[in-house]
């Protein structure tokens, strides 16, 4: 929750909020992975952007100024992964700037962490799958996604970062009503 003392619809709306900023940016961001194989940091710019502006307006400051260290602990985790792992520097830095629209709870690290392996699991598979079909690669032809060796990590990282928008999104909408 944003605020422990703010009810569930004034969250809700908060992430709603989130949810219509952050869809164009994560498009975009998508389709860059999917066409060069990097996430543009000027795609990572504005999703920061998104939460500095928006978020300093939805979030009470003080739970918004420590949200700000989630983008920092995540993005010297993306680094390290860089250099020991391979993972993507421009993953890293989508990871870390989505970072601060996440609730910092057990549950929801939980949360996040089985919806990024659905998300890992069914964009792997998904890719794999449609650059096999001739049809899908004749209308796509120029993106570099389809002959290299790496996947397109963005696809899953945006796919998590919508979808966790979404259920709190529209949390109140599947609690019913209250009183």
Known sequence: MLNPYAGPEAVAFAYR???VLCVPVCAW???SDLKYMKIPNKAVYALVGIFAVAGILLVPFDIWLWRWLSLVVVLVIGIVLN???????GDAKFAAAAAPFFVQSVNDARQAAILLAAFLLGA???HRLLRAIPAVRAMTPDWVSWTHA???MGLALVGTFLTYLTLLAFSTFFQGPTG
Request: aromatic share 22%.
């Open 17 to 19: 909020i989130f949810l």
């Open 29 to 31: 961001v998508a389709w």
């Open 83 to 89: 250099a020991v792992a391979g993972v993507g520097a």
């Open 124 to 126: 792997f598979a998904s």
């Open 150 to 152: 790496k996947f397109p």
